[in-house]
């Protein structure tokens, strides 16, 4: 159901993406292929007891395609389709081997999947050379395989890795995720340098406690 779900707003997207370029006239949309490099900030979780931090940051990276629609006055509009993989990091978790022996172990959690933003944006020039431009939007992500991995040494020091999927039947997390995204476009002849922030909205826990995603991106854009 979530599969078609996501299905549906990337062909609702393309759909809106071909009857705004009708409606600009001559003004031909420029498709294009961006490229990103993500810093991953989970938020805090927060429950009945107070917050605290679970998480440490992470990286990843996001590749795929835009539209970028001129609607005049030098504003436009920016949908795009793209596979994203993301992880970042469990903090110090002590646990007991079965002699009642400690030991810690400090779990990554990686996902992968489809991420689709729709932003507006509006360009300006800052000198006769140098253009920059504001945009924000909604973006909705999901995950098509996630997993949280973990290495660490047993009282006997043999090398363990336990493995698991987080989001099973009894599993934590939401699948589907939105955020609003704010940022910042540096266009040349060549390329586009995006600076962005995706601002977690959706709550990816389903029990009493509370968690949001956040990300910084740096990222290239090139218009065909």
């Known amino acids: 159901m979530r599969r078609f779900f996501i299905f549906s707003v990337v062909v609702m997207t393309l759909s809106q993406v071909n ?31 107070g917050s605290v931090k679970m998480y440490e940051h992470g990286f990843g990276g996001t590749v795929g395609g835009v539209c ?11 949908p795009g389709v793209s596979f994203f993989y993301d992880t970042y990091s469990c903090g110090d978790i002590t646990l007991e081997d079965s002699d009642y022996s400690r030991f810690t172990i400090r779990p990554t959690i990686y996902k992968m ?11 300006f020039d800052i000198t006769d050379r140098f253009l920059m431009s504001v945009y ?4 909705v992500s999901y995950v098509l395989k996630g997993g949280v991995h973990g290495e660490y040494k047993n ?16 599993g934590m997390h939401r ?13 040349t002849d060549y390329v586009t340098l995006t600076v962005d922030a995706a601002i977690g909205i959706t709550d990816i826990y389903k029990n009493d406690i509370s968690m949001r995603e ?4 740096i990222g290239l854009a090139h218009y065909f």
């Open 68 to 78: 970028n629609i001129y609607l005049g006055h030098d504003f436009y509009l920016e």
């Open 19 to 49: 009857a705004i370029a009708q409606d600009t006239g001559d003004t031909k949309p420029m498709w294009g292929i961006k490229a990103a490099f993500d810093i991953n900030i989970p938020g805090k979780w927060h429950g009945h007891g």
């Open 175 to 187: 699948k589907l995720d939105c955020a609003w995204k704010i940022g910042l476009a540096f266009p």
């Open 136 to 139: 924000t939007g909604p973006e």
């Open 113 to 123: 999947g489809l991420r689709v933003p729709v932003v507006a944006g509006y360009t």
């Open 214 to 217: 956040n990300r910084v991106s």
């Open 155 to 170: 009282s006997n020091e043999e090398d363990l890795i336990e493995s698991f999927n987080p989001y099973g039947e009894h």
